[in-house]
């Protein structure tokens, strides 16, 4: 049981496209409207994202990037909480959260997919 565990997590960490994809199929259904849906599937995803930028930079570059990582995701949150607090002049932590995450998503997807094409680049030209 264990072994299939961690066969599903490195298989999402591996291809986390098609999971971002089957994730909104179901979240889809289960909401029954378009932009929770978004919402819910950027949620979940974001992490899986994060940590497969943190994997395919370990493959392409042997050399582990986890504390780049942190520290970019702590500047995110940092300008989600001063964004929220310009905004509304009061911080609610669900709604920084909620902020964060989105962002998040949209950064690690766009490492993610930027990463991708430069190690096929790399592998290809060298």
């Known amino acids: ?14 291809l986390p496209i098609p999971f971002l994809v089957v994730f909104y199929f179901f979240a889809r ?11 819910r599937t950027a949620h979940v995803c974001a992490p899986v994202f994060i940590l497969a930028v943190h994997v395919l930079a370990y493959v392409i570059f042997e050399q582990s990037f ?11 949150l940092g300008v989600s909480l001063i964004v929220q607090y310009k905004l509304h002049e009061e911080i609610q932590l669900r709604r920084a959260f909620k902020g964060f995450f989105r962002a998040s998503f949209l950064i690690f997807t766009l490492f993610y997919m930027g990463l991708t094409l430069y190690g096929l680049a790399a592998r290809l030209f060298s």
């Open 1 to 14: 049981m264990s072994q299939f565990m961690i066969s599903m997590v490195a298989l999402i960490l591996t």
């Open 29 to 39: 259904k289960w909401s029954r409207y378009k932009t929770k849906a978004v919402h």
């Open 66 to 76: 986890l504390s780049y990582i942190l520290i970019f995701l702590c500047i995110i």
